[in-house]
């Protein structure tokens, strides 16, 4: 602001206006199931854990070089991230660059590999004829897709702009631009009142307030409307042999549930937990070699560095059976 303009205004003079709103980039936060503050924390890694020399760290803090901290709930257990990315600042660890105008959608639809997860909704769907389906950040949307091809009435819902563009322009049906919060809207334009089945598959992980997005969600699904999560556990194999190296562990992911967890979560939110299964267990086994020999990798670049182009610091970051697959239903 001008002298002049300052003057206009009656300000006194002398008077410094913050010319830009900053947002404050992290936040402590409550425990996100029980609201519990007492918590211990069980990895810290300090501010430039990543050398910003070797490592693009996008998706660990979106490059600002800023400490991660993991915390469990003395009260209930929940494991989470504290402190964390604000809600006004949360846009700058999803950057948008990497997302094309367009996709290809006979390729997409050819080579997805939602096989498992069509099979396992169909199995508890049953009998309900043409049951309607939210895939909850559905990207592109080729799930909801797949599953028209099913016979239900599958739609999904996208935060990020780019995505439900790229959706539109590729021809893909029934992809709408929003989050649970704006849930309410896109019921609206579908005229639609309930939801049979939810999907939200590597999402609940993101979420920054998933008992109250679930609770919102609850509002739409009758009396055993069925809920499919799909979610690394922090219990598993991976996390047990791997560590603090464990691929999952970074500040996009603001939750890290286990069954135990979940369930207390889900319950608290209007659901039971009907089952918890893992897929293909035995046929990941195959993978262990790979993964060690990635893990090796990963201490030999975060001791020696990378030669030439920076990496994503989590290229050699190593996994094993994390994922669960939870059907929970409407109380
Ligand atoms: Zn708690």
């Known amino acids: 602001m001008t002298a002049a303009g300052a003057k206009a205004l009656g300000l006194l003079p002398g008077l410094v206006l913050p010319t830009k709103f900053e947002p404050k980039v992290q936040e402590h936060v409550s425990c996100g199931c029980c609201g519990s503050d007492q918590y211990e924390t069980i990895h810290h890694f300090p501010e430039n854990y990543f050398d910003p020399e070797w490592f693009d760290t996008y998706s660990w803090d979106a490059n600002l070089g800023l400490e991660l901290r993991i915390v469990e709930c003395k009260d209930c257990g929940l494991i989470y991230q504290n402190k964390r990315f604000s809600p006004e600042a949360l846009h700058q660890l999803y950057p948008n660059t990497y997302i094309p105008a367009k996709i290809n959608k006979v390729k997409e639809i050819a080579n997805h590999k939602f096989a498992f997860h069509i099979d396992w909704i169909k199995k508890h769907m049953g009998n309900t004829k043409n049951p309607s389906l939210l895939d909850v950040g559905t990207r592109y949307g080729v799930f909801p897709n797949l599953l028209r091809r099913e016979k239900m009435d599958a739609f999904g819902i996208e935060m990020n702009l780019k995505c439900v563009q790229a959706a539109c322009n590729s021809g893909m049906e029934e992809v709408y631009l929003g989050t649970i919060d ?50 690394m556990d922090i219990s598993s194999m991976g996390y047990k042999v791997f560590g603090k190296d464990w691929y999952y562990l970074h500040g996009q992911h603001t939750f890290y549930f286990t069954p135990k967890t979940i369930t207390a979560l889900l319950e608290s939110a209007g659901y039971r937990v009907v089952s918890i299964d893992r897929f293909g267990a035995l046929k990941s086994l195959r993978h262990l070699p790979g993964q060690f020999r990635k893990w090796m990798k990963f201490q030999w670049t975060m001791r020696w560095g990378v030669k030439g182009e920076q990496e994503w610091f989590a290229k050699y970051r190593p996994h094993l059976l994390d994922t669960m697959n939870i059907v929970a239903e409407k109380k």
């Open 182 to 231: 704006s849930l309410n809207n896109v019921m609206d334009s579908r005229a639609q009142k309930q939801i049979d089945a939810v999907a939200m598959f590597d999402l609940i992980e993101h979420l920054l307030d998933p008992k109250g997005d679930l609770k919102a969600i609850a509002k739409y699904q009758p009396k055993g409307g069925k809920l499919f999560i799909s979610t």
